[in-house]
Structure formats: structure tokens, C-alpha cells
């Protein structure tokens, strides 16, 4: 709703009490509540702002949201940074308790109480984006006149709550800064924020419930059925138990600052002293020799880490091989497992690394297949196995190996592909447990990746929306968000490419799949096959997403003849495989080079015309040089003006005005002669009628419009006539 209307709204509701049914029904709601608070919308908000103690309690008590949230809200900073916006946190309550924007918009912020420590609960501050989403635990936009007060009208915020690992809502992300730099994508980079910190929590509050704590002091003296000591990077002894010291052979005092080749054989003292410098941060089951009557101990190794994270030394536990149970090797094995696939979590490992701990596990090879970014994660020792992952569809794949589906929310995100099943039908409890474990921490990496991937698209889709529509503010600007964004400086010429998605909605419903895709992600993987078409060739890409609509931008170094070359092999490619996996059409526009990054609103127009130029004069499934429409071009300039209806009129109204009294198809069959460069025999095989029948529409349509078709001059009038046409025909 524009800003007027909305005041509008906004004055009969406070005025007269009548709700109009064009406004949000969560705006609706929230007005409601606001009388129900009995606030008065023409005066000052409540003002509500926490002393500096029980801000830093507040702080205190929010340590770890605030800590996961301050990187994606500085993330999130960059993408609006300079049109005067800015990112807060707030806790459940409403009172804000982090804050990063613009100077030039913080005085107008300061006004109104947008600061840290303020709260924006609705009761205080009647309808805004914190409080709303607070009361509604939604995302949502507040623009303008949709906020209750008045002295907040100049805002538009957009927010989204943020929930715990157990879906309790533990607070709120939001932008706000002035209605009049409002953008349409600012909510969807809101969400996908929010998303992302409660992913991180996620992932911390399994670090807190998985692994053990570091405190080794209490730990190591106080425990007396195993055996503890921790040892400086040089490998000498800091603290010891009594238990560990007996089986060393020496008193507790005598083993303190000692180094460990005292006690150890040469070869475990050697082997010992590489896990200082081992990537790994767990070792488990290590059999040690000792210098002391040649006893053997098996041992657990984990490193030790300072506030800084950096690795001091060790803490190993050893106890006595020759007493070392079944039960207990089962009760160590199991804890062992719990703890790799959790830390390979914590630690941020890819699933590629899960897939390696799983298979030292198991002995199976075995394969990780992501839909959602249409990847594999191997790893394997026969080369069939890898041989048929490289080169076989995934149904073929899916048919010929066993495997699992890695759920999220009911839907299919990844299979994990099983070389060996009758390994598999033999694996032990253990190998169960491991199995499991596996699987879960692949889910909770997918949900992580998928999450930081979505918010990292969120910006650079809005980044490139706002170079093609013009809304950036200055060269440095842009080149600088593309260095954060992207990673590199524009360096040689830049090209747009749009691939128009030929009637998607429509085939969506005929498209077979094994699993349920919905239409964003189709589109998601097409753009996927695309990106992986075009790398090799073009490495530096940007892309966003319109309706049914991809749109690139490319860096390319080639001559424009190379790059025209390259293009079309490139897109038939492309063509073949989305016409195989999806059967679908693109009709793909090209535009001229660009050698400045603030002349991409010229690349995406021309590449936009190219598209509909194809689409007016070829139904889909072509490509269009926007350098190829030549003398066309100035069709589009004609067709704007009343010169071009007279035009098509005088060549093509008697026979479009024949088609509409008798109900005949003969605009139709011209066309398409046009189209087929005047050949009946082929035009008649494509409209699928006789050639007798095509030769009788040809002579009917010289009759109606009095020309002879055999004449070149008039079959260009009629061809520009057409052309015309259907430029000012409604765009598809």
C-alpha cells in the first residue's frame, strides 16, 4: 500500500475506528491491541530504557545470542550500509541489547529511543516490527503510517524473531531506518539472519550437552577410578592423579614437572609427542609401552585449549591394558563416537569429513548426495563404486546401491549411498550407533549450510537488484560490496545474461521426480547447472533470481566474437541438459559488453528486450544477441509511438479484421510463413495441416491483403508489420 493510502488507513482507524480490509491482518491485529493498551498514538511513545547495570545484566544474561548474532548482524550491516539503516538485536521483552548502523541515521534513531537498552514491546511502542513480531512470533514488515505513533512514521523497519534450539523465542532481529530507502528484500536478508543465528545456536547447545567440559583441574585431582595427567607442548607433566602416578610407578610429587621420555619407551614417547602438533583434536584407544616393567596402557588423548583457542598441551587419560573389559572398551567406544560426530559439528567440518569418520567406522565406502546443492561427498575404495557416482543418473545410482534419506521437515535433502550391503546387514550395535550419529550430524550440517548459503544469497541478490535498477550510489560503493560479497574487482567487461524459464508453472505439474521439489527449488537447481556450465569459462558470476527468470552477470575477458562462440556452446549445453532433467525451455537474452559496473542497468535492459524480442517473434527456446536485432531495435522505438499502430494497420488490419468475422487462423499462418523464411512445405509441416491447405491460406492471404507474396519488398513490410505487432502486443 502506498505511503498516502496508508495514512489514510492509519487516520480513519485512530480517527473513526474503521479498519480498511486492504491492510495487513497483522497490522489489523496489532492496532487493536494498541486501544486495547489504551495508548494515545499523537503523543510520546512510554519511555522505557534500562540503566547501564541492568543493561550489562541484561547482556550478561544474553551472552551467548548476543555472541552468535553480532558476526551475521555485522554480515547483515555491510549489505545496507550508507542508506542510513541499522541492524538491532533485541531479547524476548523487546529491549534491544545490540545495535550497528549508519551515524547519518542515528540522531533520527536517538529521537525516538531506537537505542540500546530502550524497549520496543508493543505496550510501550504500539505497533513496530520488534514489538509485533514479539506478540505475533512472525517476521514481518512495519511501514511508515503502519506504525501506530505517529512520531514513527518516518520509519520502516523490518524483523524477525529468533527462536532457541528448542523453539522458544529468545529474541529479535530487525533493520529500520527511513520509509524512503524501504527495500523489497530487506525482510527476506532479516529471516534468513534470523535462521542463521538460531542454527548457531543449535550448534552451541550441542556443544554444551556433547562434549566434556574443560575443566581439568577439578577433574584430574578429584577422580579416583581413572587415571589423569596433563602435559605442556614439551611434553612435561603439570598435573597428575594418584591413580595415573601409580600406574607410571612414581609418587605424585616425583612425576610433577617431569618430562614424559622418564616414563615412556622411546617409540611411545616419539609417538606421544606428535599429537601435540596432530590436526586431530581427540585421540582415542592409543596403547602406550612404559619404561616401567615393560607395562602397556591404553589411553585417551584430547588437546587443551586457552580462551584465545590456541592448543597448550594435552590431557590424557590411561588406564592398565591388561584390565582394560569388553565393557568398558564398548562404554569408551561409544562415548568416542558420540564425541567425534559431535565435534566434527561444533567445529564448523564439512560433510565431507563426517563421511570420513563415518567410514573409518563402519568399513563401507560410501557416498553423500545433497540435493540442494547437487554434490557428492565420497569416500570410497572401489573404483566401481566411484566410477558409477561420476557417471550414472542419481535414479540409476539410487537403484543399483542401497541407501538412506536424510530428512529435514519431511523432505528428502540428501542420500547417503551404500557401496557394500551385505557389509551393511552384518554391521555390530557399534557400528549402528556410529551410523546414526552420522546421520544426524549430516542433517544438522545441511540445515547449517543451507542456512549461511541462504543469507549469503539474500545479499547478493539484493546487491545485484540494486546495480541493475540503478540504486547504488557510487562506483567505489559497489565495488566495494562485491569485494565482500564475492571476493573480486572488476577487471575486464561485463555481460547480462537472462534465461527466461519457458512456462515453468505449467510444466511443474507434468515434471516426475522421486522427490518432492518445490518450484524455487527447481529453479534453484537449474540456476546450480547453469553456475557449472558457466565457471570454467567465466569463473567470476553473479546471479539473482526474477519470477521464472535467472539472471547473470559475468566478468568475461574475451573478444566479443570468443565470447559469442563460447556463449553458444556453453547454453547449448545448458539447453540439453535442463530440456533432459526438467523438460523445459529457455529463451536466454545477451547483452553488449559493459566495461563499468554502474552501467549494469543498461546490460539488464538490453538483455530484457533481446528476451521479449525472442518471445514476441519465436513463441521460446531461443537466444538472442541483443547486438544481433539490428535495424529491430528501432522497431521498439516506433512501436511506443502512434506511427506504429498506423503501421501494422495499414499492412495487417484487413487480414486481422478477416480473422475475427470469419474465425479463421490466417494472421497465424503468416507468421509462422515468416518465421519458416517463406518455406509453405515446412510452415505446413509445423502447424501440422496439408500442404494443399497451406497453399490455399497463402493465396487467401495475397487476396485479403492485395500483394503478391513473390515480391520481396512486400514481404519485408509485412514481415516489420508483424513485427510491430507484436511488440505492442501484452508482454508475456
Known amino acids: 500500500m502506498e505511503k498516502d493510502k496508508l495514512l489514510e488507513t492509519w487516520r480513519s482507524y485512530i480517527f473513526q475506528g474503521e479498519l480498511e480490509d486492504n491492510l495487513d491482518e497483522r497490522i489489523k491485529k496489532s492496532w487493536q491491541r494498541c486501544t486495547e493498551y489504551k495508548i494515545n498514538p499523537l503523543g510520546r511513545t512510554e519511555i522505557n530504557v534500562l540503566s547501564k547495570n541492568d543493561l550489562q545484566n541484561r547482556l550478561d544474561k544474553y551472552a551467548e545470542v548476543v555472541r552468535v548474532a553480532t558476526p551475521i548482524m555485522k554480515e547483515l550491516y555491510q549489505t545496507i550500509k550508507g542508506s542510513n539503516f541499522m541492524v538491532l538485536l533485541t531479547?524476548?521483552?523487546?529491549?534491544?541489547?545490540?545495535?550497528?548502523?549508519?551515524?547519518?541515521?542515528?540522531?533520527?534513531?536517538?529521537?525516538?529511543?531506537?537505542?540500546?537498552?530502550?524497549?520496543?514491546?508493543?505496550?510501550?511502542?504500539?505497533?513496530?516490527?520488534?514489538g509485533t513480531a514479539i506478540e505475533e512470533e512472525t517476521a514481518l514488515n512495519v511501514y511508515a503510517n503502519e506504525h501506530y505513533f505517529e512520531e514513527n512514521h518516518f520509519l520502516t523497519c523490518s524483523a524477525a524473531p529468533i527462536f532457541d534450539a528448542q523453539d522458544n523465542l529468545i529474541g529479535v532481529i530487525d533493520v529500520s531506518g527511513n520509509y524512503h530507502s524501504a527495500h523489497q528484500h530487506t525482510l527476506g536478508m532479516v529471516v534468513a539472519a534470523a535462521n542463521a543465528i538460531k542454527q548457531q545456536l543449535v550448534l552451541e547447545n550441542m556443544k554444551k550437552e556433547l562434549t566434556i567440559p574443560n575443566k581439568t583441574d577439578h577433574f584430574i585431582l578429584n577422580s579416583d577410578l581413572d587415571g589423569y595427567f596433563t602435559i605442556t607442548n614439551d611434553g612435561v607433566i603439570t598435573q597428575i592423579n594418584q591413580r595415573a602416578s601409580q600406574l607410571l610407578g612414581y609418587p605424585q610429587k616425583d612425576c610433577i614437572n617431569k618430562n614424559l621420555n622418564i616414563f615412556f619407551s622411546g617409540s611411545s614417547f616419539s609417538s606421544l609427542m606428535k599429537l601435540i602438533t596432530s590436526q586431530q583434536k581427540i585421540h582415542e584407544?592409543?596403547?602406550?609401552?612404559?619404561?616401567?616393567?615393560?607395562?602397556?596402557?591404553?589411553?585417551?588423548?584430547?588437546?587443551?585449549?586457552?580462551?584465545?583457542?590456541?592448543?597448550?598441551?594435552?590431557?590424557?587419560?590411561?588406564?592398565?591394558?591388561?584390565?582394560?573389559?569388553?565393557?568398558?572398551?564398548?562404554e569408551d567406544l561409544l562415548k568416542r563416537i558420540q564425541q567425534i560426530f559431535s565435534d566434527l559439528i561444533i567445529n564448523a567440518e564439512d560433510s565431507q569429513q563426517i563421511i570420513n569418520a563415518l567410514n573409518k567406522f563402519i568399513n563401507i565406502d560410501i557416498a553423500c548426495y545433497n540435493i540442494y546443492f547437487d554434490n557428492f561427498c565420497v569416500e570410497a575404495s572401489s573404483a566401481e563404486f566411484a566410477d558409477d557416482l561420476n557417471k550414472l543418473e542419481l535414479e540409476d545410482i539410487l537403484t543399483k546401491y542401497q541407501y538412506d534419506e536424510i530428512k529435514i521437515d519431511n523432505e528428502v535433502y540428501s542420500y547417503l549411498i551404500y557401496c557394500n550391503q551385505q557389509r551393511l546387514t552384518d554391521m555390530n550395535d557399534e557400528d549402528k550407533i556410529a551410523l546414526e550419529y552420522a546421520k544426524h550430524s549430516l542433517k544438522l550440517n545441511i540445515q547449517k549450510k543451507i542456512s549461511e548459503h541462504q543469507i549469503r544469497i539474500r545479499y547478493r541478490e539484493q546487491l545485484l537488484q540494486d546495480l541493475i535498477f540503478d540504486n547504488i550510489l557510487s562506483l567505489e560503493d559497489a565495488q566495494s560490496k562485491i569485494d565482500h560479497l564475492y571476493g573480486w574487482t572488476i577487471e575486464d567487461k561485463l555481460v547480462t545474461i537472462i534465461f527466461g524459464i519457458d512456462n515453468l508453472e505449467e510444466e511443474y505439474l507434468n515434471l516426475q521426480y522421486d522427490f518432492k521439489q518445490s518450484l524455487e527449488d527447481i529453479k534453484h537447481r537449474i540456476y546450480l547447472l547453469i553456475e557449472k556450465k558457466f565457471k570454467d569459462s567465466f569463473p567470476h558470476i553473479m546471479y539473482t533470481i526474477f519470477s521464472d527468470n535467472i539472471l547473470l552477470v559475468v566478468e568475461s575477458s574475451f573478444s566479443r566474437r570468443e565470447f559469442e562462440k563460447e556463449i553458444k556452446k556453453i547454453i547449448k549445453e545448458v539447453k540439453e541438459d535442463i530440456q533432459k532433467n526438467y523438460q523445459l525451455d529457455l529463451t536466454i537474452g545477451i547483452s553488449n559488453y559493459r566495461s563499468s559496473l554502474m552501467k549494469l542497468n543498461e546490460c539488464y535492459r538490453e538483455?530484457?528486450?533481446?528476451?521479449?524480442?525472442?518471445?514476441?517473434?519465436?513463441?521460446?527456446?531461443?537466444?538472442?544477441?541483443?547486438?544481433?536485432?539490428?535495424?529491430?531495435?528501432?522497431?521498439?522505438?516506433?512501436?511506443?509511438?502512434?506511427?506504429?499502430?498506423?503501421?501494422?494497420?495499414?499492412?495487417?488490419?484487413?487480414?486481422?479484421?478477416?480473422?475475427?468475422?470469419?474465425?479463421?487462423?490466417?494472421?497465424?499462418?503468416?507468421?509462422?510463413?515468416?518465421?519458416?523464411?517463406?518455406?509453405?512445405?515446412?510452415?505446413?509441416?509445423?502447424?501440422?495441416?496439408?500442404?494443399?491447405?497451406?497453399?490455399?491460406?497463402?493465396?487467401?492471404?495475397?487476396?485479403?491483403?492485395?500483394?503478391?507474396?513473390?515480391?520481396?519488398?512486400?514481404?519485408?513490410?509485412?514481415?516489420?508489420?508483424?513485427?510491430?505487432?507484436?511488440?505492442?502486443?501484452?508482454?508475456?
Open 91 to 130: 531479547d524476548a521483552e523487546g529491549y534491544i541489547l545490540k545495535s550497528i548502523g549508519d551515524d547519518s541515521f542515528m540522531p533520527k534513531a536517538q529521537q525516538v529511543h531506537l537505542i540500546e537498552g530502550a524497549n520496543w514491546h508493543e505496550r510501550l511502542k504500539g505497533t513496530n516490527a520488534i
Open 607 to 732: 538483455a530484457k528486450t533481446a528476451v521479449r524480442f525472442s518471445r514476441k517473434w519465436y513463441d521460446k527456446d531461443r537466444t538472442m544477441f541483443y547486438n544481433q536485432l539490428g535495424v529491430y531495435k528501432a522497431l521498439d522505438y516506433i512501436a511506443q509511438t502512434d506511427i506504429g499502430e498506423e503501421l501494422y494497420q495499414f499492412y495487417l488490419g484487413s487480414l486481422i479484421d478477416y480473422d475475427k468475422e470469419h474465425n479463421t487462423e490466417l494472421l497465424h499462418t503468416l507468421r509462422h510463413l515468416i518465421i519458416n523464411n517463406w518455406n509453405m512445405k515446412e510452415t505446413a509441416q509445423k502447424l501440422f495441416i496439408h500442404y494443399n491447405t497451406m497453399k490455399y491460406r497463402v493465396k487467401k492471404i495475397e487476396e485479403i491483403l492485395d500483394i503478391d507474396l513473390n515480391d520481396s519488398d512486400q514481404k519485408f513490410n509485412l514481415n516489420l508489420a508483424l513485427k510491430l505487432l507484436q511488440l505492442l502486443q501484452t508482454d508475456e
Open 285 to 330: 584407544d592409543v596403547v602406550w609401552n612404559l619404561n616401567q616393567e615393560k607395562l602397556q596402557v591404553i589411553s585417551q588423548v584430547r588437546k587443551i585449549f586457552n580462551q584465545s583457542g590456541e592448543a597448550t598441551g594435552l590431557v590424557i587419560k590411561i588406564d592398565d591394558f591388561a584390565s582394560y573389559t569388553d565393557d568398558k572398551r564398548t
